[in-house]
C-alpha cells in the first residue's frame, strides 16, 4: 500500500508543474466554445503571480487561438486563471484523463 509523506500531501492549490483543467469565469456567448474546451482539455500549471495561475496548452483549435497568448516559437499557447478558476489539479496527468472521462459520460 502506497502511503503518502508529509512533503507529498496535496495542498488547496496547484503547484507549478501541475496538470489543471480549467474553466473561465467570462460570461459572454463566447465563453461557452471556450469553457467547452477549457473543460476537455488539460493544461500544466507554468507559474504563479500574485493571485494568476499561468497555464499552458498545447494544440488549441484555429478558432480558439486568438483568445490565449502565444509565447515562444512552438506551438503552445497560455492563458491565465485565478484559483476559483481551476476545477481540478493533480501531479498525475492520468488522473485528470479519468475525471474528464466521467464527466463526459456523467458517471
Known sequence: MKHLKTYEMIGDKPQIGD???C???M???LSKYINKFLTQTIGQCISKTGKHFLIKYEQIPKELKEFFH???EKDNHFYYFKKHEILQYSKNKKD??????ANK???
Open 23 to 25: 474553466k473561465s469565469s
Open 105 to 107: 459520460y456523467n458517471l
Open 70 to 72: 502565444r509565447i515562444g
Open 19 to 21: 496538470y489543471v483543467i
Open 96 to 101: 485528470l484523463e479519468i475525471y474528464i472521462d
Open 27 to 29: 460570461q459572454d456567448l
